[in-house]
């Protein structure tokens, strides 16, 4: 099943993508930093938000992780 219709996929990827964009700006901040509209500042909303909320997004990976390991 695609991850656009499966919830908890969705949800995985979503964290996944937040995840990734927070450790690239840490190791490249240029990278993400001068796109910061259009259609690739998506990426960079990302990392803000990984770096603003990383106790929130840690927390979420944790349970993402619990579920997909125990529940399923």
């Known amino acids: 099943m695609s991850a656009i219709f499966n919830f908890q996929s969705l ?3 979503i964290l996944l993508l937040i995840c990734t964009c927070a450790y690239l ?3 490249a901040p240029s990278l993400l ?3 910061k509209t ?3 500042g998506i990426f960079w909303k990302c ?3 990984g770096e603003r909320k990383s ?3 840690a927390c979420c990976c944790i349970i993402m992780a619990f ?3 125990f529940v399923q």
């Open 38 to 40: 259009g259609l690739l």
């Open 47 to 49: 990392a803000r938000i």
């Open 33 to 35: 930093d001068k796109n």
């Open 11 to 13: 949800l995985t990827v």
């Open 25 to 27: 700006r840490a190791l």
């Open 55 to 57: 106790p929130w997004v």
């Open 67 to 69: 579920s997909i390991l």
